[in-house]
């Protein structure tokens, strides 16, 4: 009934000229099969009472979708619309996070989402999870998606492709079975002739692999130096007057942390 009311006062007498359809705030707990407004772009459902969306199989040519505020708990037939572009589904019900972004997978075209609100927001790692998931999103809950957040996602759920990027940084080779819950496995390894310097490093073992050595790098930590002067050794104004000519300068204070 709500959407019939609709297409009477926008004036539409066909379905295939319905390109937007306005139903929120209509008290809805249901809504019936879309797939007749083939060309639908733009549909608002926000504020109402639904709880899921099995309304959705043939609109393919939907862009934006607007499902805030309402009882949904699953979002089964989202995946029904190559072309989103804008989906809204904050101040839901969504308690599985991996069956949410499972859905959205395929959404190649999708930039701007919203999911705040939803219960699955409370898990700790639920913004990068996302983003991880989701590398096409640009801006998720009204916030941009930046750069350090996308390595920050790697560091966290793509060990293998951190393991490369470090490997790169460090100048290494890189084995792609590389496993980072495997316990670190170091080869036959040669020493270098007696009184060879290798740099500052305390450890002298040369690794047949270049990427056991450059793992083994990574885990180093690097060493700081701070130097800065002793206040403690400069003369006071007083006793420069009072003190010979023969004081001793100044002292240079180092720290070294590690």
Partial sequence: MAIEDQLKICGHKRDADVLELFLSKKELTDVIDLSRFRKL???????????????????????ELYLNNNAIIDIEGLHYLPSLHILMLHHNELTNIDATV????????????????????QYNLYRLYTIYHLPGVELLDRKQVTEKERRSMITIF????????????????????????????????????????????????????????????SLKRSVMTFTSLNWNTVPKREEKYLEDRGTKPPQMLTITLR
């Avoid at 608002?44 to 939907?62: M, S, V």
């Avoid at 499972?102 to 927001?121: D, R, T, V, W």
Wanted: aromatic share 12%.
């Fill in 158 to 217: 793509n060990h293998k492709k951190a393991h490369i990027v470090q490997s790169i940084a460090f100048r290494g080779k890189v084995d792609a079975s590389w496993d980072p819950r495997s316990p670190f496995k170091q080869k036959k390894a040669s020493r270098v002739p007696k009184g060879f310097s290798f740099a500052n490093n305390v450890s002298k073992i040369v690794f047949d692999d270049p990427e056991d050595a450059v793992f083994v790098r």
């Fill in 102 to 121: 499972k859905e959205l997978k395929g959404m190649l075209n999708l930039k701007i989402l919203s999911l705040y609100q939803n219960p699955f927001c």
């Fill in 41 to 63: 772009k733009y549909l608002w459902l926000h504020h109402n009472k639904l709880h899921e969306i099995t309304f959705l199989t043939r609109n393919y040519c939907l862009t």
